[in-house]
């Protein structure tokens, strides 16, 4: 079974830095695209930057110059690091992929289950 798991939230400062973690684990044929989202108190959910099986990004305009998403294929793990965090920065960030299971070989959506990003002013 395919699964996401997110790490690397956390509480921090203004100005502060994190970076988050998420890797793919189970049968997995191919990943094509991987994103993060984020969804902040009474807000909807929201993407964050994405990042394509051959490294093409694009990101938020209000994150763009602050975060960076890259990628590992030979660990199925894509990461977002955020640099010059604000308050409004404040969400749970959620793990995006469009994978191909070696069992099915149906390309299909998957989640992880959210890790909580804090920042504090």
């Known amino acids: 079974q395919v699964q996401l798991v997110e790490s690397g939230g956390g509480l921090v400062q203004a100005g502060g830095s994190l970076r988050l973690s998420c890797a793919a684990s189970?049968?997995?044929?191919?990943?094509?695209?991987m994103r993060w989202y984020r969804q902040g108190p009474g807000i909807q959910r929201e993407l964050v930057a994405a990042?394509?099986?051959?490294?093409?990004?694009n990101y938020a305009d209000s994150v763009k110059g602050r975060f960076t998403i890259s990628r590992d294929n030979a660990k199925n793990t894509v990461y977002l690091q955020m640099n010059s965090l604000k308050p409004e920065d404040t969400a749970v960030y959620y793990c995006?992929?469009?994978?191909?299971?070696?069992?099915?070989?149906?390309?299909?959506?998957?989640w992880g289950q959210g890790t909580q990003v804090t920042v504090s002013s």
């Open positions: 990042i394509s099986s051959g490294g093409s990004t």
């Open positions: 995006n992929a469009d994978i191909r299971p070696r069992v099915t070989a149906v390309l299909r959506e998957y």
């Open positions: 189970g049968s997995i044929f191919s990943i094509i695209s």
